[in-house]
């Protein structure tokens, strides 16, 4: 069974999300806040990106899941 994410990680994890949104990106020749590129859930937590959505900023946001939460639990089952 999957458990939500704890509340003080998830402070932690929006804090990092809005301290890379402060940098605009480019895609598809339109500059875009990152948090315009993806979706987050924490229940499981996991990221949902859009289409158009930069491989490095995938990465990027993907480094920044792993470190609040388990290995375990960021892959779908």
Request: charged content about 25%; overall charge positive; proline content about 6%.
């Amino acid at each position: 069974m999957k458990q939500q994410m704890p509340q003080n990680m998830l402070y932690k994890l929006k804090a990092e999300l809005d301290e890379l949104d402060k940098n605009s990106i480019v895609v598809d020749g339109k500059q875009l806040r990152p948090s315009q590129c993806y979706r987050l859930d924490t229940d499981p937590a996991h990221i949902l990106f859009n289409t158009n959505c930069p491989e490095t900023l995938k990465q990027k946001l993907q480094a920044i899941l792993l470190k609040y939460i388990p290995q375990n639990e960021s892959r779908s089952q």
